[in-house]
């Protein structure tokens, strides 16, 4: 990924630091909505120092669900002596807990940023991921009185 082709969303927010106090948490975070189009099962995480942690970051990584893949990428634009990976999972969901724990976590002496990269779906993947999410919502929604057995 050259400098040209960096995507907007790959780059860290400053943190919000103008809630009121009955409205911040524990620690201050980045105000950032995602929608299900925006989110994905492919992850890529940045700041890994460059020192050969591909086995240690997936041994990480499986905490949250199965890996399919993870791979580096070579032409991320990354600090001096980091590495981006990009981690593919079976489900969006292991990808949704992996990208809120992972993110800003310490990684042998680097700090981690985790960001959604739906450009690596395939249109199968995308297709997938909308019929999930639509039939996720139809579950949630109250049958009606007609319907109720």
């Known amino acids: 990924m050259s400098e ?8 860290q927010l400053e943190l919000c630091t103008t809630r009121p106090a009955y409205r ?7 105000v950032k909505v995602y929608t299900i189009n925006q989110e994905s099962q492919h992850l890529y995480i940045y700041g890994v120092p460059s020192i050969g942690l591909r086995n240690e970051l997936k041994q990480l990584c499986i905490k949250y669900g199965q890996v399919l893949s993870i791979t580096v ?12 990976y ?8 292991s990808a949704r807990i992996a990208k809120r724990l992972l993110d800003t976590k310490s990684f042998y002496g680097g700090i981690l940023h985790v960001c959604y990269a739906p450009e690596c779906e395939t249109i199968q993947e995308t297709k997938n991921k909308l019929l999930q999410r639509k039939r996720d919502v139809l579950m949630r929604l109250p049958k009606p009185e007609n319907e109720k057995t």
Not at 5 to 10: D, P, T
Not at 24 to 30: F, I, M, N, P, S
């Open 86 to 93: 990009h981690v593919r999972y079976q489900r969006i969901q």
């Open 4 to 11: 040209d082709k960096e995507k907007i969303h790959h780059v």
């Open 24 to 30: 911040q948490g524990r620690k201050l975070t980045a």
């Open 73 to 84: 990428v070579a032409d991320a634009s990354n600090e001096l002596f980091t590495e981006c």
